[in-house]
DNA sequence: TTCATTTTGGTCAAAGAAAGTCAAAATTCA
DNA sequence: TGAATTTTGACTTTCTTTGACCAAAATGAA
C-alpha cells in the first residue's frame, strides 16, 4: 500500500472526526507524510473526486486551505444524477467508478453493483463490435440503472 | 505435473489459511517460483477463474497486487447449473422465464433478477447489431449470473 | 493606492512501479 | 504424430511518485 493511500485513510479518517467537512493545508500534510506538495493534488483527483462523493475547494496565499467535504445524496436524486451525467460512451473504469460510488452511497446495494459491473465488462461484451462497446457499455448501464430507480 | 499446477497449490493452500480472501504480488510470486510474471496470468485465467469458482480482482502501478477470493457455493451450484445449460445465444422470452425462475427459486433476489432483465433488454441493446445481438445476451446474462455465485 | 514580496496552492510531464496482453516456442497428452 | 496445454518474453496499459515551473492571494512598503 502506498503513500497515497495512507494519505487518503487519514482524510477520511479525520472526516469521520469532523463530521464531514475538513480544511487542512497542503504543505503540512506533504510534511506529515514525508512526500512531495503536489502528491497531495494527485490524492484529491484521485481518491476525492466529485464522482466519488467529495468536494474539494481550496484557496492559495497566506493562510491558504484545502477544504474537502463529504456530500450525501437520497438515493433517487443521486440515481439521476448518475443516468443523466452519462454521456453515449462509456469506458469500463469509469463503470467501476460510478458502480463503487452508488454502492458506497447505499444508492444501489453491493449485490446490484456487482451485477451492474459485470453486465459491462469486457467478457460480456467480447461479442459486440470493438466500436460499438462503448456505446453499448452505457446503454446496459442506463438500462440497470433506470430499471433500479 | 508443471509450474502452473504448483503455483495453482500454493495459492489454494493460503487461500485455506487465510480463509478464502488472498492478496499478492504478481512478481513477487513469480520469483518465488522462478518463472516470468505473464505466467501468474495464465494460472489465474486457467485455474481461478469465476467459473471454477474465484474472482480475481488486481491493480496495476506502485503497491499494485493481484486478490483472489474463493466463493463458496450452496445455491451456488444451482447457478452454475443454469449457466451451464446455456447456449452461445439467447431470446430475450427465454431470459425472462429463466430470470423468473431463479428468483422463485430463491436463487437471486428479485432486484438482481430484475437487473439482469434491463441488462438483457432491447434498450440496453439497441446499439448492437442485429445479427450479434443474440451472443451478446447471452454472454451479459452469463456474465452477471457468474459473478452473482 | 500601487506594487513588489511572500506565502500558498496548481499543473504538467517525466520517471518509476506494477500488472495485462498476445502470440510464438516448448512441452505434454491422447 | 497432432492437438492441446504450458511456458516465455516482448510490448502495452495503468497507477504512483517526483520535481520544475506556474498562478493566485495576502501583506507590507513606497
Chains 1, 2 share one sequence.
Request: aromatic share 4%; charged share 25%; with cysteine.
Amino acid at each position: 500500500m502506498g503513500i497515497s493511500d495512507l494519505i487518503a485513510g487519514f482524510i477520511q479518517e479525520a472526516l469521520e472526526d469532523s463530521d464531514g467537512v475538513l480544511e487542512l493545508q497542503r504543505s503540512d500534510l506533504a510534511q506529515r507524510f514525508n512526500c512531495v506538495p503536489s502528491q497531495i493534488n494527485y490524492v484529491m483527483s484521485t481518491r476525492f473526486s466529485p464522482e466519488q462523493g467529495y468536494i474539494v475547494e481550496s484557496r492559495r496565499g497566506g493562510g491558504g486551505y484545502i477544504r474537502i467535504t463529504r456530500v450525501r445524496a437520497d438515493r433517487e436524486t443521486l440515481l439521476m444524477h448518475v443516468i443523466n451525467s452519462l454521456g453515449d460512451t462509456l469506458d469500463l473504469p469509469s463503470a467501476r467508478a460510478i458502480a463503487q460510488n452508488l454502492v458506497d452511497n447505499g444508492a444501489i446495494s453491493l449485490e446490484a453493483g456487482r451485477t451492474l459491473l459485470s453486465a459491462v465488462g469486457d467478457a460480456a461484451l467480447r461479442a459486440a463490435p470493438r466500436e460499438s462497446r462503448g456505446a453499448i457499455r452505457a446503454d446496459v448501464f442506463k438500462q440497470v440503472l433506470i430499471h433500479l430507480v
